[in-house]
């Protein structure tokens, strides 16, 4: 959940900038299990990475400068994340910074271009989950989660500003990493697609 706030103006809606306030409920799971190589062993609790949320009440608090003419937009943003208290496996997972700047051409009334550098920067798991052992497999150890990822993306963004689809918008973002460093045995991005789809009325 969350709100943006234009703070200050600078000539009309040419220059605005933004406080971002924000808040994420912890609605992933974090009891995902499985078995392992030994079935008879039965089912256990699935390391950090494979987990689908944080167990934790997040802030995601930030700001934002918006930059528009007629036919050009770009904004640079900083949104952190920070995580709350701890979850009730005894850990929480690292802060998440990130750092973005992205640029935009309206080349006509129904398509636009866009060009997105996105920064990254996640810590280490403070505290442990009692179950995982990190003796057993390095992705059990809170200290080898931490890494730093720079992406580049380019977009496009279809709008309807008539007939039957009026309103609607489809946006499409595709990229991959141009710098990533990982402290510890984790999964690395090849790729990145984003679509989204948006209706005003």
């Not at 809606?13 to 992933?28: C, D, K, Q």
């Not at 190589?37 to 494979?50: I, Q």
């Not at 208290?85 to 700047?101: A, T, V």
């Amino acid at each position: 959940m969350g709100a943006l706030y234009s703070v200050y103006k600078l000539g009309g809606l040419e220059h605005r900038f933004l406080l971002n306030a924000g808040v994420s409920i912890p609605t992933g799971s974090i009891d995902e299990k499985d078995f392992g190589p030994d079935r008879s062993l039965g089912e256990a609790r699935l390391e950090y990475p494979m987990q689908l949320g944080s167990g934790t009440v997040d802030l995601l608090p930030g700001g934002a400068y918006l930059g528009q003419t007629e036919n050009w937009a770009w904004l640079a943003e900083f949104v952190p994340t920070v995580r709350l208290g701890w979850n009730r496996h005894d850990y929480r997972l690292g802060n998440r910074y990130r750092l973005s700047g992205w640029g935009a051409w309206k080349w006509t009334e129904w398509l636009s271009l866009s060009a997105r550098v996105d920064g990254q920067l996640w810590e280490n798991i403070h505290g442990a989950d009692r179950t995982m052992d990190p003796m057993d497999e390095p992705t059990k150890d809170t200290s080898l989660q931490g890494g730093k990822r720079i992406d580049l993306l380019f977009g496009l963004n279809l709008y309807a500003p008539g007939g039957l689809l009026k309103g609607h918008r489809l946006a499409v973002e595709a990229g991959a990493p141009i710098y990533q460093s990982l402290a510890g045995p984790q999964l690395r991005t090849d790729w990145l697609v984003h679509v989204g789809w948006q209706w005003t009325f």
